[in-house]
């Protein structure tokens, strides 16, 4: 009876083994989808609103992502990534149809788009994360064909509007050097309303 447990014992974990490896597979060479549309739901009741969410692919979280997204912080940690207008610090920098900068206490991004709409080199985000069990501040920018979008939809006075953008390659924020982490694109995506063009500083 003691060879037949350690045997279906074995082969439990041979099949488990091979169970996670198909996974593994599956999510490393399935093809990238297109991007979905940010939603845009927000509160402007007490003045203009924003919300931005940083998602990690799914190669650079716990069991390659299968868990809920709840399940995964209980389990493991992390938090959530993002930011909104009612974090300290949050303020419009500056807004306008193919450029937004928004920033909070740890926060900083710069989105900027060209003439045809697409996501430029100078796109960059600061933002906090937990990375070795340390606290760091990682400035991440697009690859040289980045993914992405900036849409906005003009009223009268006001902008409402999304953003979507694939963030590649990732520093240090205090030392400068490039790190090897992500493993694969970092998205980000987010939306805004009520916003007015250039009404707040320009950032120099």
Known sequence: ???LKRSRVIIAVVALALVSSLVALLVLFRPRPPLPVA???LDTSHG?????RVEKPRQARPLFGILPTKVEE???G???LRFDNTRPGATVVRFSPDRLELRADGWDLSLVTDAAGRVTPETRLLFPIVLGEKQRALRCRPADFARGYLRTTKGAVVSDGSFVV???ICENAE???VIEWPPAPLTVRGSFAGLTQ????DQK
């Open 175 to 177: 030392s400068g050097k």
């Open 39 to 41: 939603p845009n739901a």
């Open 198 to 201: 250039n009404t707040t500083r």
């Open 78 to 80: 992390g938090g959530e």
């Open 74 to 76: 209980k389990l493991f």
């Open 166 to 168: 694939e963030l590649a």
């Open 1 to 3: 009876m003691g060879r």
């Open 48 to 52: 203009p609103a924003f919300d931005l």
